[in-house]
C-alpha cells in the first residue's frame, strides 16, 4: 500500500463521537434535495419506458446489482465503521490492516459478480433475454456495481475519519442519483423507446462514474491504492478481530440480503413483465421515505452506536428512535388509508393504472414502511453491538424468518377467493394479489427479525443502567388517541365521496388531512422534547469531555 493513502488515515487520538443528529439531518438534506430533483426526472422516466422495460430495469438489474454490491462489501463495511481500538490507527500497521480489509469487497466482487450474472441468465426467460439491448444492459449494470465496489476504500476513510467527512458522500451520493436521472431521461429522448433498457443501463454506470471521480477526487487522484496493497513487515495482512467479525457479518448478509430481497426474487418467477413494471412503480414510490428519513437515520445511528456504544446517551438515543418509529407507524394508519385513493391518481401515469401497482402501493405504506422503520434502528443497534457469535445467533433467526416468508406466502397464494365489503358497497368476489401477498410475506419475516433485534437490545441493557423497559418504548397513550380520532374523521370524509366531485372538494380533503397532519406532529413534538433536549444535553457534554 502507498505511503500516500495511508496518510489519509489521520494518526489521532481517539476521536469525539459524530452527533448523531447532525449526521442524520446532513444524509436526510441529502436524500431528500436528491430525490426531489430526481421524481420529476423519474415521472418523465414513467411516461417515456413501458412497464415490461421498467420491471426489467428497477426489479431484475437493479436486483443483479444490489446483489453484487450487498454481498462483496456490506459485512466488511459493518466491521470496519466500528471503531473497537481507535488508537490503534495511529500505528502503519492498524492504518495498514484497515486499508487491506477495505480493498477486499472489490476483489469478493470480481468473483461474485460473474456467479450472479449468471446465475441471473440461467434463470431467466425468453421474453426477458430477447428484449432489445438486453445483454449490454446487463453487462453495464455489473459495470456500475464493480466501479462502486473499486471506491469502497474512499468510503471508508470519509466515514472513519474524525468527524466524518459526510459532506463528500452528500456531494457523491447526491450528485449520483441526479446524474443517474438526468442521462437516462436523455437517453430515452435521444435513442427511442426501442433502446429503453441501453438507456437505463447508460444512466446506471454514469451514476457510478460520478460517485467514483468525486470520492477520488478528495483522497488527491490516488487510483493505485485503490487494487493495491502492502503488508507491515511481520504482521497479519489483517487484524484477527475486524476479519472475523467481517466474515461473520458476510455470512449473514447473505441471509439478510435474501430476506431483503425475496420478494423481487420472488415477483420475477411469478409475475410477468408488465405487472414487475407495476410493482416497480410501487416500490419506488412507496420506498421514497424510506430512503429519504429512514436509510440516513439508520446510517447515523450505525456510525453513532459503533463509536460510542458506552456513552450515556446511547440508552435515551436507542429509546426515543423507537419511540419515533412507533410513532410514524401511528401517522401512517391515521392518514393513508382515508387519503390515499385521493392522492393515487396523481401518482401512477395511466399505463400503470391497470397493472397492480396501486394495490402494491397501498399496502407497502400502509405496512411495510412502519415495519421498514422499526427494523431498522433496532438492526441499527443490533449491528453496532453484537459480537461474532450474536451475529450468528441473528443468523439462525433470519432462517427461521425466511421459512415464515415462504410458508406466510404459501398459505396466503393458496387462499380460496372470498367475498369482501369495500366502504359499505356490495359483497365483492376477490382473489388473492400475488405481488400483495408478497408484500405481507416480507412484513411477516421482517416481524421476526425486529423481534430479535428488541430481544437482543434488551439484553443488552439488561447489564447496564438504566435497563430497557418496554413500557418506555410505547408512545404517548393521548397521540395514539388523537390518531384514532384524525382516522375517524378523515375515514368518514373520504367514504362520503364528495372529494369525487371536482378539484375544490377534492383539495377540501386533502387540506383538512394537512391540517390534522400540523397538528399530530406538533403534539408529538410537544410529547417527545423533554427527552430530545435532555439527549442533545447529553451528547453535548461528552462532545465537550
Partial sequence: MSTQFISMIPPASIPPASN???????????????????????QSLLRLAS??????????????????????????????????DVNNEVEPKGRSQIHALSVAPLQLGVVIAPLITGLYLWSSSQSTT??????????????????????????IQVHRSSPPKINVRVQAEGGMAIVKAI?????????????????FALGQVTGAIWLAVLYIKEFDWNVKSLVTTQRVEGQPRFDPDTLSLAIANTWQSLIKHLL?????????????????????????????????????????????????????????????????????????????????????PLLLPRQYRGTSASSILSLYLKVYIPCLSLNGVAEAFHTASADPSEVKRQGRWMIASSGVFASTLFVLTHLPPYYVSKNGGPF???????????????????????????????????FRKPSLRWLSLLPSVKIMSWACLVRLI??????????????????????????????????IAQAEGGHMKGLRRMMKAEKSN
Fill in 20 to 42: 448523531p443528529l447532525l449526521t442524520a439531518r446532513s444524509l436526510v438534506l441529502l436524500q431528500l434535495l436528491s430525490r426531489i430533483l430526481t421524481f420529476t426526472l423519474n
Fill in 51 to 84: 412497464p415490461s422495460v421498467f420491471g426489467t430495469a428497477a426489479i431484475q438489474f437493479d436486483l443483479v446489482c444490489s446483489s453484487i454490491l450487498f454481498l462483496s462489501r456490506e459485512g466488511i463495511r459493518n466491521a470496519l465503521l466500528r471503531k473497537t
Fill in 130 to 155: 430477447s428484449q432489445q439491448g438486453f445483454h449490454l444492459s446487463l453487462i453495464l449494470y455489473v459495470a456500475s456495481a464493480l466501479i462502486e465496489l473499486s471506491i469502497e476504500p474512499c468510503y
Fill in 183 to 199: 442521462v437516462t431521461v436523455a437517453s430515452l429522448l435521444g435513442l427511442g423507446e426501442g433502446k429503453a433498457l441501453i438507456s
Fill in 260 to 344: 431483503t430481497e425475496a420478494d423481487r426474487l420472488a415477483v420475477t418467477r411469478i409475475s410477468p413483465l408488465d405487472d414487475q413494471g407495476g410493482y416497480a412503480v410501487a416500490m419506488n414510490y412507496g420506498s421514497l421515505i424510506a430512503r429519504i428519513v429512514f436509510q440516513p437515520i439508520e446510517e447515523s445511528l450505525l456510525l453513532y452506536y459503533s463509536n460510542s456504544l458506552s456513552s450515556a446517551a446511547t440508552f435515551p438515543l436507542f429509546a426515543s428512535t423507537i419511540r419515533l418509529s412507533l410513532y410514524l407507524s401511528t401517522i401512517i394508519q391515521a392518514f393513508v388509508p382515508p387519503l390515499f385513493p385521493a392522492i393515487s
Fill in 428 to 462: 365483492q368476489l376477490v382473489t388473492s394479489n400475488r405481488e400483495e401477498c408478497l408484500v405481507l410475506a416480507s412484513c411477516a419475516a421482517m416481524v421476526i427479525r425486529i423481534v430479535y433485534a428488541l430481544r437482543h437490545a434488551k439484553r443488552y441493557f439488561s
Fill in 490 to 523: 378523515l375515514g368518514l370524509l373520504a367514504t362520503s365521496g364528495r372529494w369525487e366531485r371536482g378539484w375544490k372538494e377534492w383539495a377540501e380533503l386533502i387540506g383538512v388531512g394537512g391540517v390534522m397532519g400540523l397538528a399530530t406532529l406538533g403534539f
